[in-house]
């Protein structure tokens, strides 16, 4: 086998995944990306119920995937640090793309593109994501027994599947 070019060293791999779930489809492209340092890249992102909620998200080696930009139909929610080099765009509710104009080493990792109807809640852990039209988070109990938010909305959890649903 021939030794690894050294010029392949400024070479970065940006590796992309696609996931479905029952009739949702999410699907990113290029699956795949391998880029020279500082030449631009664009990431698509596309999802077939016209889901109103859009993520991107990057997930370095080691570490949990960190939120860099999320959509609540068109309204664009940048994270206080993702990077000036990292943009997004939303041209209509099935489509989104991420744009990285001048990727370097630190840039390497797995970009995650998500979608959701609305945003669900996590009843034991903090609120990840929180829709503009959600109940109140203090009608949420950390138990099994049914809440009632301030309008009328019965919610029931159980920690110890970390689950929430309406009921």
């Not at 010029?7 to 489809?25: E, F, I, P, S």
């Not at 989104?96 to 979608?115: K, N, T």
């Not at 203090?138 to 909305?153: E, M």
């Amino acid at each position: 086998m021939p030794a690894m070019s050294p010029g392949l060293l400024h070479w970065m791999a940006l590796c992309l995944l696609g996931t479905g779930h029952g009739d949702v489809m999410v699907i990113q492209n290029p699956r795949y990306q391998v880029t020279q340092l500082e030449k631009p890249v664009t990431l698509s992102c596309s999802q077939n119920l016209n889901h109103k909620v859009m993520y991107w998200y990057q997930q370095k080696p080691s570490q949990a995937p960190k939120l860099l930009f999320h959509y609540y139909d068109k309204d664009f929610n940048n994270e206080a640090d993702t990077p000036d080099n990292f943009q997004s765009r939303r041209p209509n509710t099935s489509f989104c793309f991420l744009d990285i104009r001048s990727p370097g080493l630190e840039d390497a990792a797995v970009y995650l593109c998500a979608s959701s109807k609305d945003t669900e809640v996590q009843c034991c852990l903090p609120f990840v994501h929180k829709p503009h039209c959600f109940p109140d988070p203090g009608a949420f109990s950390r138990t099994s027994t049914p809440t009632t938010s301030h309008n009328n909305r019965k919610w029931v959890c159980d920690c110890q599947y970390l689950i929430c649903r309406q009921s």
